[in-house]
């Protein structure tokens, strides 16, 4: 089983829409996490962290629930240039070790 | 400021050859992360660095491949012999360890193996 798993995907959403992903860890130990974006043959970048408390940043909605080991992504009024794949991070050990998910693929249509 | 680099962006190789990619983290980063991606796999961890020592190897997928770190400015890793199956994207990645901070990815090496 993969430490980090997401649904690949893809979601074909209309603009406007509310999508949300969410992505579930294996390991109880790990103590951050993140959502990082990558298009289409580019590296992927710093989205947003993911606080236990929940956490909004525009558009986008980050939640953590530690008890069933499941981060969450939201994304409200999508826009076409959303459209890329989300990558969740779990961080866990002494050294920060970064482990990602497969991503999930999202592509908003007009 | 410059990010990550990597070099070569791409690379295309016979089977059998070696392959050596390298990757030259932001200054001041002292944790450094292998990455490699594909369609099936998406990215997997190869091996990290923690000022310059290995902290974990266990992604390595066998013997043709090993990582060096030999200062902290620079990092490599290589495939000998390289294989097919072994074509994939690399990216390298660097952080600064001691708070858990946004890591920054290089540009990738895409390989082709043929």
């Known amino acids: 089983r993969k430490e980090v798993e997401q649904d690949p995907g893809p979601f074909n959403v209309p603009e406007g829409a509310t999508v949300a992903f969410n992505c579930t860890y294996s390991?109880?130990?790990?103590?951050?996490f993140f959502w990082y974006r990558q298009d289409c043959r580019k590296e992927p970048k710093l989205l947003m962290s993911v606080y236990s408390s929940g956490n909004e940043d525009g558009r986008f909605t980050a939640q953590l629930n530690r008890a069933s080991q499941y981060i969450s992504l939201l994304i409200r009024d999508s826009k076409l240039s959303d459209s890329a794949t989300y990558l969740c991070?779990?961080?866990?050990?002494?050294?920060?070790?970064?482990?990602f998910g497969a991503g999930t693929r999202l592509a908003v249509h007009p | 400021d410059a990010g990550v680099i990597q070099s070569p962006r791409h690379e295309v190789t016979e089977m059998g050859q070696e392959v050596t990619l390298r990757c030259k983290p932001i200054?001041?980063?002292?944790?450094l992360f292998w990455y490699r991606q594909t369609m099936m796999r998406g990215l997997e961890l190869l091996i990290y660095f923690n000022n310059n020592v290995p902290i974990d190897d266990s992604g390595m997928p066998e013997d043709r491949f090993s990582a060096k770190m030999p200062n902290a400015s620079f990092s490599t890793l290589k495939i000998q012999p390289s294989e097919p199956r072994d074509s994939a994207v690399y990216f390298c990645?660097?952080?600064?360890?001691?708070?858990?901070?946004?890591?920054?990815f290089g540009q990738g090496t895409r390989l082709t193996v043929v």
């Open positions: 991070v779990a961080v866990s050990g002494g050294y920060n070790k970064l482990i």
């Open positions: 390991n109880s130990a790990s103590q951050s």
């Open positions: 200054s001041g980063h002292n944790s």
């Open positions: 990645a660097s952080t600064r360890q001691g708070r858990i901070s946004e890591a920054f």
